[in-house]
């Protein structure tokens, strides 16, 4: 692992990564969440953004795993469809 330096809402953290091109990536996508979440909640704290932050990107994963789901559903189905017109 690496040593990587990452800032978030002004505040520096050093972190360790194997991948410290993504770590930073990473770090900035959640940064400009936070500074998104503060224009809009401006009285809220460094942590309570971070949660928020974390919510957010918790509930766009499931909506993204249930799509992800639905569609290799889909994908099985027509699968199967296919399997039957071969099988003709």
């Given amino acids: 692992m690496k040593p ?6 002004g505040r520096r ?3 360790r990564s194997d ?6 990536q990473l770090a900035n996508a959640i940064s400009q969440q936070v500074n998104e979440l503060y224009e809009k909640y401006e009285h ?13 990107r ?7 795993i249930k799509e ?4 290799r559903s ?3 189905r027509v699968n199967q469809m296919i399997e039957k017109i071969m099988n003709m």
């Fill in 44 to 56: 809220l704290d460094f942590s309570r953004l971070l949660l928020l932050a974390a919510f957010e």
């Fill in 58 to 64: 918790e509930e766009k994963l499931r909506d993204l």
């Fill in 74 to 76: 889909e994908l099985d």
């Fill in 19 to 24: 991948k410290p091109t993504e770590t930073i």
């Fill in 4 to 9: 990587v330096e990452v800032e978030i809402f």
């Fill in 13 to 15: 953290f050093s972190l």
């Fill in 68 to 71: 992800n789901e639905e569609l």
